[in-house]
């Protein structure tokens, strides 16, 4: 019998049916189209300020909902990809719920591999976090209600931000970040070179191990998170979620598991587009928000600007 590739898995194939994401659904398109058609809704729909630059390389640009009232707590999100494909234009969707009830979402493009390792795409999501906490407050932000998220390799670039040394790289409070939402993440790289995303991302070792959240026990923190994935995802995809809530609860942190169990991969962060969602009512309640007393407002519907 072969040796295993990465825990009980002996080949690439095995491992493939586990986080092969487009595979585990029926019709893959459908959910492109879903992830598309609401991000040009909500570009439509709510105002924005499209591809600010925060870093040096064009690539670095970030999208901006603001809230109708300022100073607004702010989301940070990251797309998902696996880190090789999409862009931020195809998740503004996340938006539609937030903004309606009072937070600002802060949208953020990143260089894809194999363009660039994920080192450097790890540097530049927290990068995306430094100017949003330097500069939002002209977009209405309140940088000391500052929130990441993400949606699977974006949910793995949120765990990241947590783990970055914002006062001695940054010159940043250590709890510049006040909490984390991380849907349907991948937070264990280790079998990640024996699957078919290894031509793109070109992982070594050394990468493996400093960009897994998971295999690194977290300090004390004050930031919380929110750790949430489909009931229909892998086995794999939910094993990942459910052992970095035990992680950061074995350090003392406040950590709360949000499972939906009917969801896929891709429905995990539909929640996102509907204010009166669960999801939306789990993010409200991570940034200390009064649920009940949130309404959505009614959005004026205008053309903004470019799409």
């Avoid at 309140?142 to 993400?150: E, K, P, Q, S, T």
């Avoid at 264990?188 to 070792?205: A, E, G, H, I, K």
């Avoid at 959005?299 to 799409?307: A, K, Q, V």
């Amino acid at each position: 019998m072969p040796p295993a590739l990465y825990r009980d898995f002996a080949t690439q194939e095995a491992l493939d049916l586990e986080y092969d994401v487009e595979r585990q659904v029926g019709d893959f398109s459908a959910y492109a189209r879903h992830y598309v058609d609401n991000s040009k809704l909500a570009r439509h729909r709510l105002k924005c300020v499209l591809d600010v630059p925060y870093g040096a390389t064009l690539d670095e640009r970030l999208d901006i909902f603001p809230a109708a009232s300022a100073p607004a707590p702010v989301l940070v999100f990251f797309h998902g990809g696996y880190w090789r494909m999409l862009s931020n234009k195809e998740f503004s969707l996340v938006a539609l719920g937030p903004v309606p009830v009072g937070i600002a979402v802060v949208n953020v493009n990143y260089s894809l591999c194999p363009k660039v390792t994920i080192d450097e795409i790890v540097r530049q999501a927290r990068a995306a976090v430094a100017w949003t906490w330097r500069e939002g407050a002209r977009y209405g932000i309140d940088r000391d209600r500052l929130y990441v998220a993400g949606h699977s390799a974006g949910a793995h670039l949120a765990a990241m931000a947590l783990k970055a040394d914002w006062s001695g790289d940054y010159g940043m409070p250590v709890d510049a970040i006040r909490g984390a939402f991380c849907v349907s993440g991948l937070y264990d790289l280790r079998p990640l070179p024996y699957c078919f995303v290894q031509p793109s991302l070109q992982l070594t070792p050394d990468q493996v191990f400093r960009n897994s959240p998971a295999l690194d026990p977290p300090r004390r923190s004050s930031a919380a998170m929110i750790v949430s994935w489909g009931g229909e995802e892998s086995a794999e995809f939910r094993r990942q979620s459910q052992d970095l809530v035990s992680l950061w609860q074995r350090a003392g942190n406040t950590c709360e598991a949000l499972p939906q169990p009917q969801a896929n991969h891709f429905t995990a962060l539909y929640g996102l587009e509907d204010a009166a969602s669960p999801l939306c009512a789990a993010l409200l309640r991570l940034m200390g928000m009064d649920v009940a007393a949130r309404r959505p407002s009614l959005l004026r519907r205008r053309d903004f600007g470019p799409r």
